[in-house]
């Protein structure tokens, strides 16, 4: 068996903000914005209306109806978030519920940005044992929830934004789908892209301190927020965004090379490469590296920003939209981010 994509939706929240909008609240500008990441506007979701599992059941509905299902159908949930709704239960379960589905497995992924690569693959792995047969794999962030809107977060708030994106991965007996995957970590760079509080580190910091780019010393306060941390912003995102930035332009092309390795292709076979939306300019530098000209792969992250997990199904769909997918073209996948992980997959559509 093989496992194919057979559906495929996106969500986003309705509300853009632009730069010019942000540029209220902290000193940036638009132009810096735009020529550090290539973002011009993002998404945010409207409280009370939306969540990370209400955008995800969003994508959902959409790519569930174009498989030619119904939520019924459905046998196993992957989710993939670094927002979810709750610190537990995951937002798997809360996704099932909005679907008024029962009794079906749901996994929670937490891998951050290479979440909805690792999620495919658990997927395929699940199909083609024969185990299930219509997987419904999301990655869905909120964002704009629990980032600091004050100039000292800049660095990471301009680049972040909210939505949802959503594949059902079908067993199938053709010659399509899913030819490989392979996923990476090293948890040595856990702290340069992280959440650290609340946790249940208990302030046992157990990584680099010489890499953190705090000022000050951070206050790891374990699960319950102090008023110290939330006035030193230690209830934030850190991005040691530099460092970050080196590794991704060396992790991302090895795991799309490993990918084309693996099935006997070279990257001048790829019809179309979604690389996960970090940075317009990582983006540019993948490409540049591999040799695909601007018709082979697709970027989004000028309307949208970094929706981490999401960004890969958000800019799929979009690029399938659009008609820049067809039958028969061999799609890339590929992602880094937080952990470090890292990740490619290779897809005959
Ligand atoms: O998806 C998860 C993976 N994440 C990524 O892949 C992100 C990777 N990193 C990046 O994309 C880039 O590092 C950033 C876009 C985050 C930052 O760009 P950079 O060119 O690496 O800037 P920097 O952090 O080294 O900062 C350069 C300067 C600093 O000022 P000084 O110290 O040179 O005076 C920052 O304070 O830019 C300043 N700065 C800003 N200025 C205006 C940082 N953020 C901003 C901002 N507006 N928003």
Redesign the pocket.
């Known amino acids: 068996m093989n496992a194919k994509i057979a559906g495929i939706g996106f969500y986003v929240p309705e509300r853009i903000v632009t730069n010019e909008e942000l540029t209220e609240v902290?000193?940036?500008?638009s132009e810096?914005?735009v020529e550090?990441?290539g973002i011009e506007e993002r998404r945010y979701a409207e409280k009370h209306k939306d969540t990370t599992s209400t955008m995800a059941a969003e994508a959902a509905k959409i790519a569930i109806e174009r498989a030619g299902l119904t939520a019924e159908d459905i046998d196993f949930i992957v989710f993939a978030t670094l927002s979810p709704d709750y610190y537990f239960p995951g937002s798997g379960v809360l996704l099932q519920r909005h679907l008024g589905i029962k009794n079906i497995g749901c996994l929670d992924i937490r891998t951050?940005?290479t979440g909805f690569i690792y999620g495919i693959s658990v997927a395929d792995q699940y199909i083609k044992s024969g185990m299930y047969k219509n997987i419904l794999v999301v990655g869905a962030e909120l964002h704009s929830a629990g980032l600091d809107f004050s100039t000292r977060g800049?660095?990471?708030?301009?680049?972040f934004g909210d939505g949802a994106g959503a594949a059902v991965l079908q067993a199938t007996e053709e010659d399509k789908g899913i030819l490989t995957t392979n996923l990476h970590a090293d948890g040595e760079f856990a702290e340069h892209?992280a959440y650290f509080n609340p946790g249940t580190h208990g302030g046992v910091f157990l990584g680099d301190k010489s890499d953190l780019t705090y000022e000050g010393e951070p206050e790891f306060g374990g699960m319950h927020l102090t008023q110290e941390m939330m006035d030193k912003g230690d209830i934030f995102p850190h991005?040691n965004?530099?460092y970050?930035?080196k590794h991704?332009c060396e992790k991302f092309p090895a795991a799309i090379k490993e990918a084309c390795e693996a099935t006997g292709h070279t990257p001048d076979d790829i019809n179309m490469l979604i690389p996960?939306q970090?940075?317009l300019?990582?983006s540019q530098m993948i490409q540049l590296g591999l040799g695909i000209e601007d018709e082979r792969v697709y970027n989004n992250i000028q309307k949208y920003g970094?929706t981490?997990a999401a960004s890969i199904p958000i800019a799929l769909c979009e690029a399938w939209e659009k008609g820049l997918i067809k039958d028969g073209d061999l799609v890339c996948l590929a992602a880094?981010?937080?952990g470090f992980t890292w990740g490619a997959a290779l897809i005959r559509w």
């Open positions: 902290m000193d940036t500008t810096w914005i550090r990441t951050q940005c800049r660095n990471v708030t301009v680049i892209l991005m965004g530099r970050v930035f991704a996960h970090a940075n300019r990582i970094n981490t880094f981010g937080s």
